[in-house]
């Protein structure tokens, strides 16, 4: 299966620009998704097939990347984005995630 | 708007049975594939079972961990989407998700229903 691997945890300050990063263990072209999951609730479609935002997100998220490189921005950030974000390939079979970065606002 | 409403968990002794059902609105529901995806307490996201829509001829995934367990359905005339949990394992604890696969993204995620597999 790929293997994404993300980074566990960051902490920033609201207003400051954060990277959230994604390698894949092989090739996922471009088709690397990221979800938002706010404490207590559902996951939640933020970007898809790596650089489209979904509609209802805010443009301060944005997302990049090919191949095994992946990165979701948020800028600037808020102190409403406090979540765990996680990538997920579905280029592969079986489709899987990331184990999630915790964003945490200082 | 889309509503995926799951129901269904609870608790149950190790090797014991659970069906779980998600209702579906809002969309096309016949157009879509549809997923069940787990996150065990203070865990990560997992894809558990998926099925296809009727242009896919319904076709099945079912990760390892599961398969020969876990039975994925749908009822396409009652927008109703069914999870049948077999001989259950203490690991099959989680906060079950039905989601709308949309073309391998995860386009939708419901409220979760909660599985506690436990002596």
């Known amino acids: 299966d790929t293997v994404l691997t993300q980074s566990p945890a960051l902490a920033v300050s609201p207003g400051e620009r954060v990277t959230i990063s994604c390698r894949a263990s092989?090739?996922?072209?471009?088709?690397m998704h990221w979800y938002q999951q706010k404490p207590g609730q559902q996951p939640t479609l933020l970007i898809y097939l790596a650089s489209n935002l979904e509609s209802g997100v805010p443009a301060r998220f944005s997302g990049s990347g090919s191949g095994t490189d992946f990165t979701l921005t948020i800028d600037p950030v808020e102190a409403d984005d406090t979540a765990t974000y996680y990538c997920q390939q579905s280029w592969n079979d079986p489709p899987t995630f990331g184990a999630g970065t915790k964003l945490e606002l200082k | 708007e889309v509503q995926l409403v799951e129901s269904g968990g609870g608790l149950v002794q190790p090797k014991g049975s659970l069906k779980l059902s998600c209702a579906a609105s809002?969309?096309?529901?016949?157009?879509?594939?549809m997923s069940w995806v787990r996150q065990a307490p203070g865990k990560g996201l997992d894809l558990v079972a998926d099925i296809s829509s009727k242009s896919y001829n319904y076709a099945t995934y079912y990760a390892d961990s599961v398969k020969d367990r876990f039975t994925i359905s749908r009822d396409d005339s009652q927008s109703m989407v069914y999870l049948q949990m077999d001989n259950l394992k203490t690991e099959d604890t989680a906060l079950y998700y039905c989601?709308?696969?949309?073309?391998?993204?995860?386009?939708?995620w419901g409220q979760g229903t909660l599985v506690t597999v436990s002596s």
């Open positions: 989601t709308v696969d949309n073309y391998g993204w995860f386009a939708y």
């Open positions: 092989e090739s996922v072209s471009t088709l």
């Open positions: 809002g969309f096309d529901f016949n157009s879509y594939g």
